[in-house]
């Protein structure tokens, strides 16, 4: 396989939410979250907001926000990976292509983020850190599923 053949096999992803979590990780894709290479990062012009009756964030865009979201770049995704991990999101949600920033030196890199697909009604502004302290044991109990996340309706 040459260089661009591995390159087009792969795709940079970016985390924003639940995602963000090892065990959620692990949960989705097995012992292949071990080999991702993960690099925080973050993405500016979009909110993040929960969506009603779930406990898990969608992301919104706010084209003149200033607003900056924390998450993860993950490089290292193959086909099995990606397959995965779209299966996880569900059928609310597509890969779109956007530009985050590497926290260490702002390097600008596109990458894929997990949108709504359709207008999904949400609630309050959703963080990790409240998600992670709050909801997480919610999110597993009530929400996670494999083959796709609980629907909100």
């Known amino acids: 396989m040459n260089l661009v053949?591995?390159?087009?096999k792969t795709k940079i992803l970016f985390f924003y939410g639940t995602l963000r979590d090892h065990e959620v990780r692990e949960a989705v894709i097995g012992d292949q979250a071990k080999q991702l290479n993960l690099v925080d990062a973050y993405l500016i012009g979009y909110k993040l907001y929960r969506v009603?009756?779930?406990n898990y964030?969608?992301?919104v865009r706010?084209?003149?926000?200033?607003n900056k979201i924390n998450g993860l770049v993950a490089t290292g995704l193959d086909k099995q990976v990606?397959?995965?991990?779209?299966m996880f999101e569900g059928k609310n949600y597509s890969r779109s292509e956007v530009s985050v920033f590497r926290n260490t030196d702002n390097e600008e890199i596109m990458a894929e983020i997990y949108m709504p697909k359709k207008t999904l009604q949400y609630s309050e502004e959703w963080t990790y850190e409240n998600w992670h302290k709050?909801?997480?044991?919610f999110f597993f109990h009530d929400d996670f599923r494999k083959r796709g996340v609980r629907s909100p309706g």
């Open 62 to 66: 706010e084209k003149s926000s200033s």
């Open 5 to 8: 053949e591995g390159i087009t």
């Open 57 to 59: 964030p969608l992301i």
């Open 52 to 54: 009603k009756n779930t």
């Open 134 to 137: 709050y909801q997480r044991k």
């Open 82 to 86: 990606i397959r995965k991990l779209d």
